[in-house]
């Protein structure tokens, strides 16, 4: 079968085997992952902080006598925990946002690698730069 060693490695642009596996790594390895993370607490944090309000908001109005339906308790719930997730949960915000700029430059880094193989020049290069 032809293609069948094509993860093991394959010729590259100058001829010679090169490992497919090597071409693939991360500057940073999982920094995907840690985007995950960080994004999956966040979210986590501010879906706990509406089920809180809207929780609020209904045994509120049960304490005071007025019935207040469960989708009303919701909507003061989303209206109410949005600025205040804003302000509450401003570290893991910034740890998502440190997340995704990492994940940006790893990307920028790829990019700048693929640029140059596909230039015939050596990965890590700028473009525009000879050497």
């Known amino acids: 079968m ?12 100058d ?3 090169t490992d497919i596996s090597a071409r693939r790594t991360d500057t940073r ?7 995950a993370l960080a994004l999956g607490i966040y979210t986590g944090l501010r879906l706990a902080l509406v089920v809180i309000v809207a929780a609020a908001v209904f045994g509120l109005g049960k ?8 989708l009303v ?13 804003m302000v509450a949960f401003k570290k893991p915000r910034a740890r998502v946002n ?3 700029a990492e994940v940006d430059e790893s ?8 640029e140059a193989r596909l ?3 050596e990965p890590g290069a700028r473009p525009g730069s000879k050497r």
Do not use: W
């Open 2 to 13: 032809a293609g069948a060693n094509v993860e093991k490695g394959s010729r590259g642009v």
């Open 15 to 17: 001829g010679d085997e």
């Open 29 to 35: 390895p999982g920094s995907g992952g840690r985007l």
């Open 63 to 70: 304490a005071v006598g007025v019935t207040v339906p469960l």
């Open 73 to 85: 308790a919701i909507l003061f719930g989303l209206v109410i925990a949005l600025p205040v997730g």
């Open 98 to 100: 440190e997340a995704i």
């Open 107 to 114: 990307r920028r880094t790829k990019r700048a690698d693929l």
């Open 119 to 121: 230039r015939g020049g």
